[in-house]
């Protein structure tokens, strides 16, 4: 499902719509009693507890809302006593936290709440899980899904014993290497442009089909790396077009958030693909997505010097140019 994050403006509208969402979710349901419900529900009630962050359809209806607690408001004063909120003993308890989401502060300032939301999309794993586990283990349930929706046999983790080939030295020392950077000119420099590949290393698992089952590229489906690369490249560029759209309004910050949190995603797919820790991880991908970085690098370096500009620094995926007499591009 497709949605949108807003904030909370205080327009009679959307006090109106809160409440009845409220009402249909708690009342309804048989959560909270009606009578309770009409002092509980109060928007300036609700205000008061926090701030009110709403979740919006394509078509504007309102889905649902959460109220982001400061640590130092009087709203969390209540209940002191360490409990689990889960527990199955504390009955009471968990029939009334059924339908809510705690989050600490400190969650909030780490991912935001549009990253979370990229991590529970992304993971396919409800909010609670997500602030609970690492980023490793919300890939393994990523591949783990990939590999169900294939009719995959899972290998069960406990049993998984982490092998590399043997190989000789020379093809280690050959193989076995990070990104490139050439060492920059020393000195200072003026009118200097930066050519910057976007996504690079998620865009070569892709282009290349490059995986853990496979690590040089074949003329078959997709692997199970590059189809969840994929759709993530896509989704971020999709809110980078938005971005393009909506200039300086308000809504923006919260699409360059959901792009920037899909970012960081990438990042750790790419980077747990040799990872001991990765249920299917492999090293020779690893070497390779490496390798064709540094092919792509070296290609740039003789595009950029055949075209007359001095190659000041290089690392990884960015160009540091400049010419003389030149300058804007």
Request: proline letters at 2%; a positive charge.
């Amino acid at each position: 499902m497709n949605f949108q994050i807003r904030s909370y403006r205080g327009t009679t509208e959307e006090d109106s719509e809160i409440t009845s969402l409220l009402n249909r979710v708690f009342v309804k349901e048989g959560y909270t009693d009606k009578l309770l419900a009409k002092k509980l529900f109060v928007p300036a009630e609700l205000r008061k507890r926090g701030e009110i962050i709403l979740a919006r359809s394509s078509a504007g209806k309102l889905l649902s809302m959460a109220i982001v607690v400061h640590s130092t408001s009087l709203a969390r004063q209540v209940g002191r006593r360490k409990i689990d909120m889960y527990s199955i003993e504390n009955r009471i308890v968990e029939k009334w936290s059924q339908g809510r989401i705690y989050l600490h502060t400190r969650q909030i300032e780490k991912y935001g709440i549009e990253g979370i939301l990229e991590l529970s999309q992304f993971s396919c794993l409800p909010i609670r899980m997500v602030l609970d586990y690492s980023i490793g283990r919300l890939i393994a349930n990523r591949n783990t899904i990939e590999l169900m929706s294939r009719e995959h046999v899972i290998p069960d983790s406990n049993n998984r014993k982490y092998y590399e080939q043997i190989r000789t030295v020379e093809e280690i020392l050959d193989k076995d290497k990070a990104g490139m950077i050439f060492s920059p000119h020393v000195g200072l420099h003026e009118n200097v442009a930066v050519l910057d590949y976007n996504d690079e290393f998620a865009n070569i698992i892709v282009n290349q089909n490059i995986s853990y089952e496979r690590q040089e590229k074949v003329n078959l489906s997709l692997g199970i790396l590059p189809q969840i690369v994929r759709s993530l490249v896509e989704r971020r560029m999709y809110f980078r077009k938005l971005l393009r759209q909506l200039g300086d309004s308000p809504d923006a910050t919260l699409y360059e958030k959901r792009a920037n949190s899909i970012k960081q995603i990438l990042v750790c797919l790419y980077g747990t693909t040799a990872s001991y820790w990765n249920k299917y991880g492999n090293v020779l991908a690893f070497e390779e997505i490496n390798k064709k970085s540094r092919e792509i690098l070296l290609k740039t370096k003789d595009i950029i010097q055949e075209q007359g500009y001095e190659l000041v620094y290089s690392d990884t995926d960015a160009c540091f140019l400049h010419k003389e007499g030149i300058t804007g591009v």
